[in-house]
């Protein structure tokens, strides 16, 4: 039964090759194949995870006998049933919303292709398999989202996208090529026992192969999932058709916590990666939501948003938390593409009526100008510390006893409250009468998405990687020592506080800037706007680069 | 005949720079495109046969000289605009390659597959070039553009054949790339970096080419589409491709 992974793998192909055979003489209800062959993939997935979920053991089925696989494990099978189901949303939406373009039957085609590599890669038992789908999904989501071939602004973008994706795959095919010269086998199955049984068994350049390996895994997912230096392309990647960007932020862009969760058997064995890992992500996360709160553009400012949450799953990898990152994809990637899917809809109709209330809500939320009312700071200020603590301590009694000990828990706990709490303070306070009622509401409102999302994240847990050991050893992994981490929580604390004294203060004086301070604001306002000029620093090396190339040319008479 | 002068003769047609630049003087001063056609399929041939034939030891150097060839005409292969030009420079960029195989004591016959995997999709392209010219007087990116919708099916043919010739999977050309990376890695490192770095300039060439060609406004003036059987020619010879690079990489890795 588990055989039918290849079905399931294989059909987009199938459906792909036929729309590009008969789209000619079909014509536009080519595009309803595309969707039962879709439909018909992912019944089968579900069939297939719940097979998954009662236990179903891990097996490898080749390829026509040759070095490729598909693996059937619970991470490869959950996936591809995300996958399929997010695919199939945009399938269908498409049908009647792309119905005027002129290449209507090669976007299916596209689609479909796109739809097989990204199986293909969940799916991958082998390295070959997943360095080649890994790098068809960059090829092909370049021609996606170049789909208007009239726009070359479209097309230009999709180059940004396709060389981030490029420089990508680099180390992903050292990492392949390192293992396999190791380990004499592409599988990936016989490659992680080996590893598990003897990590320190092979030496690169004086370094342990699984951190050398790990460390090259990290860098392709950086560049997968945009994050801080690798990100350009996705802010700007907004000409490409709206279901190609619902896939690309529901899907593709989540390909990097896919390859860590992958490679987590290397990983437990590279406690200093994580670390850098968990650096990379805060930053990401950091600048992605601070580039996101200053765009005027709103599809910029839902790009910046995606790499926020990019920064935030890589950072829960960081921390030993794999899988709370696969549950962080899966959750954003059904939030941001309903966002991106419901654009047309809501467009359409603000172009009717904006329907939006001059209220206290809308000045803050769309003006970004908050209510001067005086509020009761300190209480909420000391209800937010003292939550998550009350949270720990139920996951302590419910969950695990050693819950304390997984640092990486507690410091996205933290911030997941500390971030919540503020926003939901920040926007309900405004049409609160009773402020007793508020408090008491936030804290509801909070206790069930903390307590959903540990509970969650612990069915997650137990369902990809049953063996409680390998899940103590993931979170070891990534444990750093007391007073590093005892640093680290109070950094994270003293922020978040100056950030309130700062904004009280700021609200006191009703945001009216000294003239001292002004000229500081307005900098750091002019850098932000400038992205932190990275793409310009890009563009500049594009240029020298290119000229460089034309200046060889020259002197070498073009020959 | 002495090593060095049997290596001098062999980097005529397994491009090492200066040598490399013969190539491309033959290259541009032809204009007949199936003399290109057989310049392309037997040039890289010659020079396997010289350099098996004579049982060289191949020093070290003639490995960096390979490598940094490669990856002086990948960079240069960045301002091209004319697209025989940059077939030239692609055949001279991976030709260069062949070097690496060479030393690693891979057998005559998987080299001679090398070197025609290599050199078909560069083929194509010539033919295609050809094309463009009878059609709108040259093959030029940049120039008339919009070619995704005043002829589509020449461009979607154009854009797989590039793919082809860039080393993208599932065709040879990739496979005889990770093959090299694989073979390198563990002994010579920096060659396998640059042979990444050169892979990326590649993909970088080959992504300004197509969007040169087919991105923009549709030509006003009504130009004949690719007809039928050129297309299953086309798709005829890419399908082999793909499935020779399927075998390929069965064998070689």
Not at chain 1, 108 to 115: A, E, G, I, K, S
Not at chain 2, 169 to 180: G, Q, V
Request: charged share 10%.
């Amino acid at each position: 039964m588990e055989r039918l992974i290849i079905v399931v793998a294989v059909l987009p192909l199938i459906s792909a090759l036929l729309i590009q055979l008969f789209a000619g003489r079909i014509g536009r209800s080519i595009a309803r194949l595309s969707v039962v062959f879709t439909t018909l993939s992912f019944l089968l997935s579900c069939v297939l995870l719940a097979l998954a979920l009662m236990g179903s053991e891990i097996q490898t089925f080749p390829l026509g006998g040759s070095v490729a696989a598909l693996l059937f494990d619970p991470l490869s099978i959950l996936l591809a049933t995300i996958i399929l189901g997010i695919s199939l949303i945009v399938h269908l939406y498409s049908v009647r919303y792309m119905a005027e373009e002129a290449a209507y039957g090669q976007f299916f085609v596209l689609l479909d292709l796109m739809t097989a590599a990204l199986l293909f890669m969940v799916l991958a038992g082998d390295l070959i398999t997943l360095v080649i789908s890994w790098y068809l999904v960059g090829v092909i989501l370049y021609f996606l989202l170049g789909q208007d071939t009239r726009s070359q602004t479209a097309y230009r973008f999709a180059f940004w996208t396709l060389i981030t994706y490029r420089i990508g795959d680099l180390p992903l095919i050292l990492a392949a090529a390192l293992l396999y010269n190791a380990y004499e086998t592409w599988s990936l199955t016989v490659i992680f026992d080996e590893i598990m049984a003897n990590p320190d068994a092979h030496q690169v350049l004086g370094l342990p192969l699984t951190q050398v390996v790990a460390g090259l895994i990290g860098f392709s997912a950086f560049a997968r999932s945009a994050q801080f230096l690798l990100h350009t392309w996705l802010p700007y990647t907004m000409d490409g058709p709206t279901p190609v960007s619902a896939l690309m932020h529901a899907g593709i862009v989540n390909a990097g916590g896919f390859l860590i969760n992958r490679f987590a058997p290397v990983f437990i064995h590279s406690g200093d990666v994580l670390n850098w890992i968990f650096i990379v992500g805060l930053v990401t996360a950091i600048f992605g939501s601070l580039l996101m709160l200053t765009q005027n553009d709103i599809k910029k400012a839902l790009g910046y948003s995606t790499m926020g949450q990019m920064g935030f799953m890589i950072m829960e990898c960081g921390v030993g938390a794999f899988s709370l990152a696969i549950y962080h994809m899966f959750a954003h990637g059904v939030f941001k593409g309903t966002m991106f899917l419901s654009a047309g809809g809501v467009i359409n109709h603000a172009r009717q009526d904006d329907g939006i209330p001059k209220d206290e809500l809308y000045t803050f939320a769309v003006e970004k100008r908050p209510n001067k009312a005086s509020q009761p700071w300190l209480l909420m200020a000391a209800v937010t510390l003292a939550v998550p603590l009350v949270i720990l301590v139920f996951a302590h009694l419910l969950i695990a006893q050693d819950y304390f000990h997984k640092q990486g828990a507690i410091v996205l706990l933290f911030f997941g409250w500390v971030t919540g709490a503020q926003l939901i303070f920040a926007t309900y306070r405004m049409r609160a009468q009773n402020i007793w009622r508020l408090v008491g509401l936030s804290i509801l409102s909070l206790l069930v998405v903390v307590l959903g999302y540990v509970f969650i994240s612990h069915a997650f847990d137990l369902f990809l990687y049953p063996d409680p050991e390998f899940r103590a050893q993931l979170y070891s992994a990534a444990t750093i020592d007391l007073l590093r981490f005892d640093v680290l929580v109070g950094v994270v604390t003293l922020t978040v506080v100056a950030g309130w004294v700062i904004t009280y203060f700021g609200e006191r004086r009703g945001y009216y800037p000294r003239q001292k301070s002004k000229r500081l604001w307005l900098n750091f306002y002019a850098l932000i706007s400038r992205e932190f000029y990275v793409s310009d620093i890009y563009t500049r090396l594009t240029r020298i680069i290119l000229s460089i190339s034309g200046r060889l040319n020259v002197w070498l008479r073009w020959l | 005949m002495p090593d060095f002068l049997t290596i001098l003769l062999a980097s005529i047609f397994l491009p090492l720079f200066p040598m490399s630049m013969i190539f491309n003087i033959i290259l541009d001063k032809i204009k007949q495109c199936w003399l290109r056609v057989l310049l392309i399929i037997f040039w890289p041939l010659i020079g396997l046969l010289i350099v098996l034939n004579s049982n060289l030891d191949i020093p070290d150097w003639v490995l960096t000289v390979a490598l940094s060839t490669s990856f002086l005409y990948s960079l240069r292969m960045l301002t091209l605009r004319e697209v025989n030009q940059w077939s030239g420079f692609l055949a001279t960029s991976f030709w260069g390659l062949l070097w690496l195989p060479i030393t690693q004591g891979v057998s005559a016959d998987l080299l001679y597959w090398f070197a025609i995997s290599i050199s078909t999709p560069l083929v194509l392209l010539v033919l295609l070039s050809a094309d463009l010219e009878k059609r709108f007087g040259a093959a030029y990116t940049g120039l008339y553009g919009g070619l995704a919708r005043t002829i589509p099916r020449y461009a979607g043919v154009l854009v797989i054949v590039v793919i082809a010739a860039i080393a993208t999977p599932l065709f040879p050309t990739f496979f005889i790339m990770l093959d090299m990376v694989v073979e390198t890695v563990s002994n010579k490192p920096v060659a396998a970096l640059t042979l990444l770095f050169i892979w990326l300039l590649w993909s970088w060439a080959g992504a300004r080419l197509i969007q040169g060609l087919i991105v923009g406004r549709a030509s006003k003036n009504k130009i004949a589409d690719m007809n039928l059987n050129s297309i299953s020619f086309y798709s005829i010879v890419l399908i082999v491709l793909i499935g020779s690079g399927v075998y390929l990489g069965g064998v070689i890795l």
